[in-house]
T-cell receptor, first 117, second 113 residues
Framework: GENVEQHPSTLSVQEGDSAVIKCTYSDSASNYFPWYKQELGKRPQLIIDIRSNVGEKKDQRIAVTLNKTAKHFSLHITETQPEDSAVYFC????????????????FGQGTILTVHP | NAGVTQTPKFQVLKTGQSMTLQCAQDMNHNSMYWYRQDPGMGLRLIYY???????DKGEVPNGYNVSRLNKREFSLRLESAAPSQTSVYFC????????????FGSGTRLTVV
């Protein structure tokens, strides 16, 4: 089955700095890579995702890059703010397959991001 | 539109007791999932249901059973709770909403003493 490794496990930055979280996956058939943000005591919330036919995707201060050859993908947060402090999870699945909606996600172990004011 | 509703939010069980976690979604999603979340281990898949009428084991199914009651509801049962099942449990559903995202329930914090 799929295995997703996520690094670092903790990341501390100053407000305004950039933060980068990296993930690698093992199954070359995986084609859908979402990122989730989980605030303390809350449910994970999707913040951005990327499909295997795209190399990069941006949404305001966050971006995700995908290198299919190396089987790794990364989350980039620019101009970090204290409200970005949370646990971030990457995930991988074969969800995107010709229009089907099914795909069980395999998650990374999570990164605790702390943004200091 | 409530999304994914999980009950209960908190539960304390004694070792050996049984209980059922309930999950319902109102987004007309085909697929539903149960995950457990433990510190430093991310979210691990317990069971999933790709569509109504089907269920399959995930990564950590031992000690659990599931029922896909209908398209909306997917329950998780602990027949004889063990301290190792102390965790936060999340139900999720997925379908085509313009993206292939999961929608998570609010979670159940279970403690087995």
């Amino acid at each position: 089955g799929e295995n997703v490794e996520q690094h670092p496990s903790t990341l501390s930055v100053q407000e305004g700095d950039s933060a980068v979280i990296k993930c690698t996956y093992s199954d070359s058939a995986s084609n859908y890579f979402p990122w989730y943000k989980q605030e303390l005591g809350k449910r994970p919330q999707l913040i951005i995702d990327i499909r295997s036919n795209v190399g990069e995707k941006k949404d305001q201060r966050i971006a995700v890059t995908l290198n299919k050859t190396a089987k790794h993908f990364s989350l980039h947060i620019t101009e970090t703010q204290p409200e970005d402090s949370a646990v971030y999870f990457c995930a991988a699945s074969t969800a995107w397959a010709g229009g089907t909606s099914y795909g069980k996600l395999t998650f990374g172990q999570g990164t605790i991001l702390t943004v200091h004011p | 539109n409530a999304g994914v509703t999980q009950t209960p939010k908190f539960q304390v069980l004694k070792t050996g007791q049984s209980m059922t976690l309930q999950c319902a979604q109102d987004m007309n999603h085909n697929s539903m999932y149960w995950y457990r979340q433990d510190p430093g281990m991310g979210l691990r898949l317990i069971y999933y249901s790709a569509s109504e009428g089907t269920t399959d084991k995930g990564e950590v199914p031992n000690g659990y059973n599931v029922s896909r009651l209908n398209k909306r509801e997917f329950s998780l049962r602990l027949e004889s709770a063990a301290p190792s099942q102390t965790s936060v449990y999340f139900c999720a559903s997925s379908g085509w909403d313009g993206y292939y995202g999961y929608t998570f329930g609010s979670g159940t914090r279970l403690t087995v003493v």
